[in-house]
């Protein structure tokens, strides 16, 4: 296999449109999901069978002072040496498919064997459906790319945060972006960039943006 693809997220460029999250929703025919305002402009609060990728809110206040409010838009990271297809497949072999050409980590019907607490994932990414208990969660649109397209959150991004390509590309962008951020920000950092082909750019320690931003 090539080296594959990978999604740069650069955290620094996102304004928190959430047009990614109801992409998601759109291309996967996923519903929407009935939500209570709970003091935060985030909606909804977690992921679930039916929401995939969530636009993550946090505020608080740096070490200086002054306040923050940082925007993380969670997904998978289709990780490179998957911990949930390693422990999957101690049940059931093929439930999980690693894509050849992408390196997606694509879950099939199959998972539903797997009882869920079994599945090791340092993200918390995983989700189950109530009543089939397949398990699911984002494919990088596989399905998209093998037809030529890129993911739909990468494509419904106004803002250039997301961006799809070859890995070895993106890892290049991702470096030369952490350089330069770094005169700024000197916390800049591309979170697991070795490990992952969501590769997500922070400006500041990834707990806070979310406590499993770089694994938990
Ligand atoms: S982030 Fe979690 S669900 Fe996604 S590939 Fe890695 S271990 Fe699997
Ligand atoms: S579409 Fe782009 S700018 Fe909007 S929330 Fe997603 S990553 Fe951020």
New binding site residues.
Partial sequence: MSNGKSILVDTSLCTACRGCQVACKQWNGLPGTKTKQVGTYQNPQDFSSDTWKVVRFADGKKEDGKPYWYFFTD?????IQ??????IDMTVKDA?IQDEDTGA?V?TEKTKKIPFKD????????QQYPKTKVLV??TMCFDRIKNGMIPACVKSCPTGSMVFGDRDKILEMAKKRVADLKKTYPKATAINSDD???IFIVTDDPKKYWKSAA?G
């Fill in positions: 997904m998978c990271r289709h990780c998957p911990p949930c297809k390693l422990s999980v980590v879950y599945v090791l994932c340092p993200y918390g990414i995983p969660k984002c992952v082909r969501v694994g």
